[in-house]
């Protein structure tokens, strides 16, 4: 299973922007699909997270501002970020939380997470 984001980039204050992340692979099932981001010098942290049955979970400070969707036949996850400052500014990352998926000779694997590569947003004047 690989993920591949995309929607990242510069934009000015109050912008928006709207990430995608998709998976690819034979997943199984899965607890729940999120964003997470990190800013230089700091740790990373969780912005918002969609579970399989479908509740959310936002960081304090991107309530109101961001919302977080998923296609479950897509296996694929989507962030629309509004309102943007430039303390948004970071590496966003997206993650599989504890998927469990067919490997290339057919046999279920159960792993604690999954990572995408990372896309920068970066918001700036």
């Known amino acids: 299973v690989q993920l591949q984001a995309s929607g990242g980039g510069l934009v000015q204050p109050g912008g928006s922007l709207r990430l995608s992340c998709a998976a690819s692979?034979?997943?199984?099932?899965?607890?729940?699909m999120g964003w997470y981001r990190q800013a230089p010098g700091k740790q990373r942290e969780l912005v918002a997270t969609?579970?399989?049955?479908?509740?959310?979970n936002y960081l304090d400070s991107v309530k109101g501002r961001f919302t977080i969707a998923r296609d479950s036949g897509k296996n694929t996850v989507y962030l629309q970020m509004n309102s943007l400052r430039p303390e948004d500014t970071a590496v966003y990352y997206c993650?599989?939380?504890?998927?469990?998926?067919?490997?290339?000779?057919?046999?279920?694997?159960?792993?604690?997470?999954?990572w995408g590569q990372g896309t920068q947003v970066t918001v700036s004047s």
């Open positions: 969609v579970a399989s049955d479908g509740s959310t």
């Open positions: 692979g034979r997943i199984i099932r899965l607890t729940a």
């Open positions: 993650n599989l939380d504890r998927p469990v998926y067919y490997d290339e000779v057919d046999r279920p694997v159960a792993v604690r997470d999954i």
